[in-house]
Structures are given as C-alpha cells and as structure tokens.
C-alpha cells in the first residue's frame, strides 16, 4: 500500500519538476483515502515555507478542520526537512513515510532524528519506499538545470 501512495506523491513531484521546482512532492492518506496532495511551489510563491510537505498538511488541516492530523500518513518523495518535520510534529501526523534521504537537510535520520528529540509527538517513520524513483527524479532534474546554465 506504501508504494501505491508513493507514487501519487511521485505524480507530484513531477508537477514540481515542470514548473521549475525542486522536485518534491507530497500526500497525505487518512482511512486509505488521499485527502491532501501537494508539490514545492518556493519558486513560483517566492516563499521558502512552500515546501511540499507544508502544503499538503495545510490542506489537509482545512479538509479535516482543525490542526491535529491524528490518523492521518504523510507520503514524501524527499526526507523532509527541519522545518517540515516540526510541522509534521506539530500537526500529530502518525506515519511519515519517505522516497530519498537527504544527506544535506534531513531531520528524520539523515542529518539529525528529530523525532527522536522529546517532544510531545513521535510519528512513526519508514523509508526507502521506491527510494530510486524518488532519487533519479531529483538527480535527473538537477542535471537539466546544470546544463541549461552551461
């Protein structure tokens, strides 16, 4: 089932991709259900919050009204970062299931756990889930844009 989810976050991650961003894309599930699907957008809003992960819980916190996103599994094709992984602490997120690990800005194991910290809420978290499609589709879009600079 984790990878059925993964690839709808895959899905948008590409729409990232076409847009110019980094792409990184993101779902949230509740009772098997999709309720919330989001994609990077920091270049097109000019915003370093609009981060996949963000996006998709914001949504998802409106769908359900109010902050606590009990039940509920986040999707994401990159290891979110420090930024995202307080939100998905914050919003009570229960899983956190990820693509790639990010050797540069992740913060469930890569670079630091911080959810292994003692906060108030410790999401489960699984990752590797088709690790090489969420790699190659973020090495493969930052080949294209070091050759569009040359």
């Known amino acids: 089932m984790d990878e059925i989810f993964m690839r709808e976050a895959l899905k948008e991650a590409a729409k990232a991709a076409k847009k110019g961003e980094t792409p990184?894309?993101?779902?949230?599930?509740?009772?098997?259900?999709?309720?919330?699907?989001?994609?990077?957008l920091r270049e097109?809003?000019?915003?370093a919050?609009?981060?996949?992960?963000?996006?998709?819980?914001?949504k998802a916190c409106k769908l359900l009204g109010?902050?606590?996103?009990?039940?509920?599994?986040?999707?994401v094709t990159l290891e979110p970062c420090?930024?995202?992984?307080?939100?998905?602490?914050?919003s009570r997120i229960e899983r956190v299931v990820f693509g790639a690990s990010d050797k540069k800005a992740g913060s469930c194991g890569s670079v630091v756990n911080l959810f292994e910290l003692p906060y108030n809420h410790k999401p489960k978290v699984i990752s590797g889930v088709l690790e090489e499609n969420c790699g190659s589709i973020l090495t493969e879009f930052f080949k294209a844009l070091r050759r569009n600079k040359k």
């Open 24 to 40: 990184v894309g993101a779902v949230i599930v509740r009772d098997g259900k999709i309720i919330a699907r989001a994609h990077n």
């Open 49 to 58: 919050l609009q981060h996949a992960e963000v996006l998709a819980i914001n």
């Open 66 to 75: 109010g902050w606590r996103l009990i039940g509920c599994s986040l999707y």
């Open 44 to 47: 097109k809003k000019k915003n």
């Open 82 to 90: 420090p930024m995202c992984a307080g939100a998905i602490i914050n």
